[in-house]
């Protein structure tokens, strides 16, 4: 069953890259043949983020496909970081090809300014790309609040704590796009109204500095994964009261948590278990134990010892959502 529930959320989110994929390339091949015929500077930048998101969408399969590989004797704890890898390389892509060319040819406006024209293919464009960056971010918005709902959290909560980074990446890059989309509206339509290339040149700009903080967030919310992020409280308390509904395991006086990919943990915990055994048959339950703790959704590998007596036991409060960030 657990297998089944993570199969399910890998493939939505495979089809969450793959509708954002097909949306971004429809939209970055309008908007540059917009951006050619207008030469508008918003719609170049336009073009620029377009392109690094459908770029993106690259390797945010490849962090899905090979995240779910099952560990072997060389990957003893799974693939799963491969996700925050390769999530890794889409956002620094977001920032070297959306970002820094946006903001570049901004600024190029600025000093040397070049007319622009046919205004009204920029917003039919613009308004056609709304459209379909809507339907990529419904999709994203509807996975992430499914999984926020389920773990009694807020939406953009669970967009900067999940332990997903494509769905992650995915949404984030989905929601600047729209918000890129009414900056460059309003660039255009001021280019359009007053005459002067300016408020399109910033509007470039602004596109490519708010891809540029959506690019360092992303960054950094794979290091931290990467390097071995911690739990939230509320799973830590989830999962400790999962140990502890074992009916062998009488207490629980150590809790170690980490994140070994998208909803993967890493397990070790030392235990009191019921009644008084001889080692022999110790050894064999607490190896039992293991196998079957990692039978549940989110365990990837559970790795348990005894506790010494004079340890005391964790105090856990009521678990407030499940474990499966």
Do not use: C
Request: no cysteine.
């Amino acid at each position: 069953m657990a297998h089944t529930e993570k199969r399910k959320e890998s493939s939505s989110t495979l089809l969450t890259v793959i509708i954002a994929f097909v949306a971004n390339i429809l939209v970055a091949a309008a908007k540059s043949v917009a951006a050619v015929l207008t030469g508008s500077a918003s719609m170049t930048a336009e073009a620029a983020h377009s392109w690094a998101d459908t770029g993106n969408q690259v390797f945010l399969f490849f962090a899905e496909r090979r995240s779910v590989k099952p560990r072997d004797k060389s990957h003893p704890m799974g693939y799963g970081r491969e996700a925050y890898v390769w999530s890794m390389f889409a956002a620094f892509g977001l920032f070297t090809a959306g970002a820094v060319v946006s903001i570049m040819h901004g600024i190029q406006q600025i000093i040397a300014p070049e007319p622009a024209a046919d205004f009204e293919v920029a917003y039919l464009v613009l308004a056609v790309a709304f459209v379909f960056e809507g339907i990529s971010f419904t999709q994203a918005f509807r996975q992430t609040r499914k999984a926020a709902h389920e773990l009694e959290r807020h939406t953009l909560e669970q967009v900067l704590i999940s332990s997903d980074p494509t769905l992650r990446a995915v949404f984030a890059e989905d929601a600047a796009a729209l918000v890129g989309l009414v900056v460059a509206f309003g660039g255009v339509f001021l280019h359009q109204v007053t005459g002067s290339p300016l408020p399109d040149a910033v509007g470039s700009i602004v596109v490519g500095v708010l891809l540029a903080a959506v690019a360092v967030v992303l960054i950094d919310r794979n290091r931290r994964f990467l390097v071995g992020q911690g739990v939230t409280p509320d799973i830590e308390r989830s999962m400790a009261l999962r140990v502890l509904e074992h009916p062998d395991i009488a207490r629980l006086t150590y809790l170690h948590l980490e994140f070994v990919g998208p909803r993967k943990l890493y397990l070790v915990a030392a235990v009191d278990l019921q009644g008084d055994h001889p080692e022999h048959e110790v050894a064999v339950t607490l190896r039992r134990i293991e196998r079957e703790l990692e039978d549940r959704e989110t365990v990837e590998e559970a790795v348990l010892t005894l506790a010494t007596p004079d340890e005391a036991a964790l105090s856990i409060a009521p678990a407030e959502s499940r474990a499966g960030s």
